[in-house]
DNA sequence: GGTCTCCCCTACCAATTGGTAGAGCCCGTC
DNA sequence: GACGGGCTCTACCAATTGGTAGGGGAGACC
């Protein structure tokens, strides 16, 4: 692998880990047995690379999500393979979702740029809910905010392991099975068209 | 108001906005009109003010969750009670918000406090979810579980504002009501009980 | 062999970081 | 008026930060 591609590779995960300013360059450079100029070469600055990540990241998911067939006809299976690449993700390289999370704090300065590679799954999600919401095989008003809701839940399940601490769960293999199955039943019953027994809850 | 308590309340809303590693003694002191000095005579070290920090966000977010009602035979008022409550948070005070993610980041070394202040009203919370799952009057296996689910969704929803601004939604007031709106929607369809037509989605 | 480009290095820098040492001020108590 | 504690200050520091300047080696091409 090429050295400005080992660089990369590298401070994704310590980004992703450790945060952006939680990463110095010259404790990157060590780890790649490198010395900090020799990254500077590749890219000029910190912030440079920090977007050359990000973009790389954002590429990275990007593709992952491209083996969720889409079809128009079939929310579930779009919501499903997504979980299913998110859940993969979180075990294989926990850093590149720490590192969307990063990117996308409120307020970053990288969003915008994050936003840009992913518009077009985006955009794509977004119809398939549009069409399944207006053929009623969805339940819910907007499908922008529904896909809001969705992504919010599945990366928070995903990636919010200290707040699963504090359910007395214990991140593992094992839980984290668990964890995915009852994401997908919690999910598949909030798009559920079914008409709401209001009664019970009420 | 004490000059310890003007520091633990800016330093909250700075830590809460551009992170631990984002706010300097120095620019700390500057915005309270002190010197960094007069920091460290209340706080002795950068990691004990922002344990200070920590435990007065979880305190004050504990005493907002205070006047969601705990009644075991309703699951659905806490809900709704929790989700008023973050949503007010979020206009009102949206640091709190982005310090509880920053002290919830994975690897936080403050996990295990927040966690400890907060474990009544988890308990509560899974105690309510447990007898409602048994009782039927909510859909679920797993309380810890779907607790974390929820948890997921509606601080998501609520934090995730460049994500927002990803599908195309622009955070104001205005959305801001409907994107609550529809995430009560959503969390109501995911807790209904009612039985799942599995022919829809399938 | 000369030269050019690519790549990684040593040397250095100004600015900022969290933190220490200690002086001085204000104010209530004796 | 002396004293003492509570509070904020000036002065200073070593370490680390991101970044600049420029040297040198190794291989490709002529």
Same mark, same amino acid.
């Given at each position: 692998?090429?050295?400005?591609?080992?660089?990369? *590779?590298?401070?994704?995960? +310590?980004?992703?880990?450790?945060?952006?300013?939680?990463?110095?360059?010259?404790? $990157?450079?060590?780890? &790649?047995?490198?010395?900090?100029? +020799?990254? =500077?070469?590749?890219?000029?600055?910190?912030?440079? /690379?920090?977007?050359?990540? %990000? @973009? #790389?990241?954002?590429?990275?998911?990007?593709?992952?999500? *491209? #083996?969720? %067939?889409? !079809?128009?006809?079939? %929310?579930?299976?779009?919501? #499903?393979?997504?979980?299913?690449?998110?859940?993969?993700?979180?075990?294989?390289?926990?850093?590149? $979702?720490?590192?969307?999370?990063?990117?996308?704090?409120?307020? +970053?300065?990288?969003?915008?740029? $994050?936003?840009?590679? /992913?518009?077009?799954?985006? *955009?794509?999600?977004?119809?398939? &809910?549009?069409?399944?919401?207006?053929?009623?095989?969805?339940?819910?008003? @907007?499908?922008? $905010?529904? =896909?809001?809701? &969705?992504?919010?839940?599945?990366?928070?399940?995903?990636?919010?392991?200290? %707040?699963?601490?504090?359910?007395?769960?214990?991140?593992?293999?094992?839980?984290?099975?668990?964890?995915?199955? #009852?994401?997908?039943?919690?999910?598949?019953?909030?798009? !559920?068209?079914?008409?709401?027994? +209001?009664?019970?809850?009420?």
């Amino acid at each position: 692998m090429s050295t400005r591609q080992r660089i990369l *590779d590298t401070a994704l995960d +310590s980004f992703g880990t450790d945060g952006v300013d939680g990463t110095s360059l010259d404790a $990157l450079a060590r780890t &790649l047995g490198l010395r900090k100029q +020799s990254i =500077l070469y590749y890219y000029p600055s910190k912030a440079v /690379l920090f977007e050359a990540v %990000v @973009d #790389e990241a954002a590429t990275r998911f990007a593709e992952a999500l *491209d #083996e969720v %067939v889409i !079809d128009a006809t079939d %929310v579930w299976d779009q919501v #499903e393979g997504t979980v299913r690449v998110v859940f993969r993700m979180a075990t294989q390289r926990p850093a590149l $979702l720490g590192l969307l999370r990063e990117a996308s704090r409120p307020g +970053s300065s990288v969003a915008v740029q $994050l936003t840009g590679r /992913l518009a077009g799954h985006i *955009d794509a999600a977004r119809h398939s &809910l549009e069409i399944a919401l207006k053929d009623g095989r969805v339940a819910g008003d @907007d499908a922008r $905010l529904l =896909l809001f809701s &969705l992504y919010s839940t599945i990366m928070g399940v995903a990636t919010e392991v200290e %707040v699963l601490r504090a359910m007395g769960i214990e991140p593992s293999l094992r839980t984290l099975t668990q964890r995915r199955a #009852e994401l997908l039943r919690f999910l598949r019953a909030a798009l !559920d068209p079914a008409p709401a027994s +209001s009664v019970t809850l009420a």
